[in-house]
């Protein structure tokens, strides 16, 4: 059976940090490009950052760039995101996803998904 168990989310004040993390079974994350996304109610899915399968490429959103941190363990099977320096507007319901070998922008080109993590970030 293939799952991409989230786990991490949860309360936070301004400028704190959280580490989410999303562990593939079923499946390898060998050969996948590996993305985060987010969603607040009411706006589209965006992604947040992804990692190419070579791990040479790395993309993140702008708002978050120098702030958030990707990256894969790939004998655990496993994708982080460190958030440092959250905000407010980070505030949003973060899903992991995989898909074979590249990044892509469109989250309909990834294959699995994660069940979502809820980061609330407030004072």
């Known amino acids: 059976q293939v799952q991409f168990v989230e786990s991490g989310g949860g309360l936070v004040q301004p400028g704190g940090s959280l580490r989410l993390s999303c562990t593939a079974s079923?499946?390898?994350?060998?050969?996948?490009?590996l993305g985060w996304f987010r969603q607040t109610p009411g706006k589209e899915r965006e992604g947040v950052s992804c990692?190419?399968?070579?791990?040479?490429?790395?993309y993140y959103l702008d708002p978050v760039k120098g702030r958030f941190t990707i990256s894969r363990d790939n004998a655990k099977n496993t994708v982080y995101l460190q958030m440092n320096s959250l905000k407010p507007e980070d505030t949003a319901v973060y899903y992991c996803?995989?898909?074979?070998?590249?990044?892509?922008?469109?989250?309909?080109?990834?294959?699995?998904w994660g069940q979502g993590t809820q980061v609330t970030v407030s004072s």
């Open positions: 996803a995989a898909r074979s070998l590249f990044c892509h922008s469109a989250r309909h080109e990834y294959d699995y």
């Open positions: 079923g499946f390898s994350l060998d050969y996948h490009a």
């Open positions: 990692i190419n399968s070579n791990d040479e490429t790395i």
